[in-house]
């Protein structure tokens, strides 16, 4: 088992930057891949971005290239979500993710999938004020 715990959001301006922070505990995520997650009020849960397991391999939605990085420290069980740039629409519950390391390929066709993810946080509500 692998216990996600989320912080960092909170309520900024548009323009503004949050990093989000996912602390593990439990089994090591070390040999896992994770990802960023985010649901506003009324829609489906929907991918934002992912790391593979060696950080190696980062993916991105289209709404939030070139705005927000994932990164992770192994040494810390810590992934994290810096993000520039916000948008009013980027506001959302932001759930982090892990599910254990697969074969890259099958990865780079099912990264943005939630149903693949086998363990959740319990969400940091990000919200930007235009």
């Known amino acids: 088992q692998v216990q996600l715990v989320e912080s960092g959001g909170g309520l900024v301006q548009a323009g503004g930057s949050l990093r989000l922070s996912c602390a593990a505990s439990?089994?090591?995520?070390?040999?896992?891949?994770m990802g960023w997650f985010r649901q506003a009020p009324g829609k489906e849960r929907e991918f934002v971005a992912s790391?593979?397991?060696?950080?190696?391999?980062?993916y991105y939605a289209d709404s939030v290239k070139g705005r927000f990085t994932i990164s992770r420290d192994n040494a810390k069980s810590t992934v994290y979500l810096q993000m520039n740039s916000l948008k009013p629409e980027d506001t959302a519950v932001y759930y982090c993710?892990?599910?254990?390391?697969?074969?890259?390929?099958?990865?780079?066709?099912?990264?943005?999938?939630?149903?693949?993810?086998?363990?959740w946080g319990q969400g940091t509500q990000v919200t930007v004020s235009s």
């Open positions: 993710a892990a599910v254990a390391k697969y074969s890259t390929l099958a990865y780079s066709r099912d990264y943005y999938n939630p149903t693949r993810y086998e363990f």
């Open positions: 439990g089994r090591t995520i070390s040999t896992s891949n």
């Open positions: 790391i593979s397991w060696s950080g190696a391999i980062t």
